[in-house]
């Protein structure tokens, strides 16, 4: 089965930390990617990161955020330091399979940001 499942969000206050993590299962990840919408706005994408470790990010986040994964858990994290208000919404992984045009979407987490 298909899976990907997001963990480690949260309840922060600005200027704290949090670690997201993304694991895949039934399928081997090639490209991955973190994205987020808040309440009443599109979901938009935050970083990227390729199997060979090549990384993007929003500018919103540049210098803040870090994307990596771990292809021998077939897992993806986002280290989200300085956090602010702004930050605040479901954060969701997505990922493409291997060899294939499919793409595979997480259930959510949430962050929330207080000021």
């Known amino acids: 089965q298909v899976q990907l499942v997001e963990s480690g969000g949260g309840l922060v206050q600005a200027g704290g930390s949090l670690r997201l993590s993304c694991a895949a299962s039934?399928?081997?990840?090639?490209?991955m990617g973190w994205y987020r919408q808040a309440p009443g706005t599109q979901r938009e994408w935050v970083a990227s990161?390729?199997?060979?470790?090549?990384?993007t990010y929003a500018d919103s986040v540049k210098g803040r955020f870090t994307i990596s994964r771990d292809n021998a858990k077939n897992t993806m994290y986002l280290q989200m330091n300085s956090l602010k208000p702004e930050d605040t919404g479901g954060y969701y992984c997505?990922?493409?399979?291997?060899?294939?045009?499919?793409?595979?979407w997480g259930q959510g987490t949430q962050v929330t940001v207080s000021s």
């Open positions: 039934g399928f081997s990840p090639d490209a």
């Open positions: 990161i390729s199997r060979g470790g090549i990384t």
């Open positions: 997505r990922a493409q399979g291997r060899g294939t045009l499919s793409t595979y």
